[in-house]
């Protein structure tokens, strides 16, 4: 896995052809190892922050800093980096600061400075590496200077897949000691596996097995058709890991005292699953990406119908297309649509674009009648950096805009005499 996702991904789909004809040979031989080096001692989970250096100085980069966590470091013969070339805050603020570099073992600079113990992976190094005015070939470069990010990302999503089978065959592995277990261990009289609750177990091993299979599975598939699928790649990564770390538990409790023993493989499975949660990206951060771009993926599936009460039944009901949107005539037709979603949403703000879908007015004269509303006590607004974001109608805008009455909601089943 290391020399698959050690830069492969990048040189096929950044490098040149003179790198892809340099590096990708002997990589399919194994005669090189490839190692990710992204992670530094203050730029983990947060990789835009990455502080080593790389300057620009004729035919090469002289980069100074260091690396941390880097599995496969050492054994490996080349590295795929990445480096801060720009602290220009529009390049910050665009991503467009980090650049892309294998670095070479043997680099005069390069060095390894700590080997890590580790609680799991046994047996495969993990290095602090660093840079000393190390020089770096400008013919190393992957992509653009300063298109690291997109490189890196794109890098990521593989890699995180990668990351995601790397679970399966331990789960296998830890059903097959608790099965073997269970069938032949006797307590009170009869084999363990026998126990209700211990059959629980295997069956809850069985479906994470079958679903990670199915989640990494589509996550390759999804690479191998050239897709960039960030979110599938963060879901199969976070499920499998998180399946791969509680089957080890289960497979654990199956086995009662013999699990916690190293004469059997599953305490092992355990350690590793645990590391296997943190590295390529933590659970908490798959999640935060599966929500931040999973969200903006599904949003135009997201969107509520529009609806309006129903004269007859005085319940908000669906009604598909909005109607056409009123002119504006004043501050009026405004607080009348906060106070009507004050029916139909209620509890809820309303966004600008709620609005302007029931109404013909502009940005400009949407947020000059709104503060307008604000300074009189008739509407709340929650704004965020980008100015008003959500609007509501307050008690005293609620009885300027229409009568106590107009509220009311009393259902039919309701006793007549119960109602003040």
């Known amino acids: 896995v290391t020399t698959m996702i050690g830069g492969v991904h990048q040189i096929i789909h950044d490098g040149t052809e003179a790198q892809k004809q340099r590096w990708l040979p002997k990589m399919a031989k194994g005669e090189l190892l490839g190692s990710i080096t992204m992670t ?39 590295y795929m980096s990445y480096f801060l070339t720009s602290n220009r805050p529009e390049d910050v603020a665009k991503h467009r600061h980090l650049t892309a570099l294998i670095v070479e073992k043997g680099t005069p600079g390069f060095t390894v400075e700590r080997v890590n113990d580790l609680v799991g992976l046994d047996g495969i190094y993990n290095c602090y590496l660093s840079f000393d005015n190390a020089k770096v070939p400008v013919a ?14 794109s890098g990521l999503n593989a890699e995180r897949v990668c990351g995601a089978a790397m679970p399966l065959g331990p789960m296998r592995e830890g059903i097959r000691y608790a099965v073997q277990h269970l069938q032949r261990r006797v307590q009170f009289g009869r084999p363990t596996g026998d126990i209700t609750t211990n059959q629980f177990k295997v069956a809850d091993m069985i479906w994470r097995l079958h679903l990670s299979r199915l989640l990494t599975y589509y996550g390759a598939y999804c690479a191998d058709i ?10 199969s990564k976070m499920f499998t890991t998180d399946a791969g770390l509680q089957t080890a538990i289960e497979a654990i409790q199956c086995m009662g005292g013999n699990g916690i023993t190293k004469f059997y493989p599953v305490e092992r499975l ?7 949660q943190i590295t390529m990206g933590t659970s908490e951060v798959m999640k935060l990406l599966i929500y931040r771009q999973g969200l903006r993926s599904l949003m135009p599936d997201l969107k509520v119908p529009c609806r309006m009460v129903d004269d007859e039944l005085g319940v908000p009901m669906p009604v598909g297309k909005a109607p056409a949107g009123k002119k504006v005539s004043g501050e009026n037709d405004i607080l009348k649509v906060l106070a009507e979603n004050y029916r139909i949403n209620p509890g809820l703000h309303m966004t600008m674009e709620d609005i302007k879908e029931l109404l013909d007015v502009d940005d400009a004269d949407l947020g000059k009648y709104l503060v307008s509303l604000e300074e009189k006590g008739l509407a709340g607004l929650y704004r965020d950096r980008r100015g008003i974001a959500l609007a509501k109608a307050t008690y005293n805008g609620l009885n300027e805009a229409n009568p106590a009455e107009y509220y009311k909601y009393i259902p039919a089943w309701v006793d007549k005499k119960d109602v003040f």
């Open 140 to 153: 190393n470069r992957l992509g653009e200077e300063g298109a690291g990010w997109a490189v890196m990302t």
């Open 270 to 276: 355990f350690r590793d699953a645990k590391l296997l």
């Open 40 to 78: 530094e001692p203050y730029a983990g989970s947060d990789v835009a922050g990455i502080e080593t250096t790389a300057v620009h100085e004729g035919d090469y980069y002289i980069v100074n800093g260091k690396k941390r966590y880097q599995s496969g470091a050492a054994a490996a013969d080349i």
């Open 226 to 235: 050239g897709k960039e699928a960030p979110v599938e790649a963060a879901i």
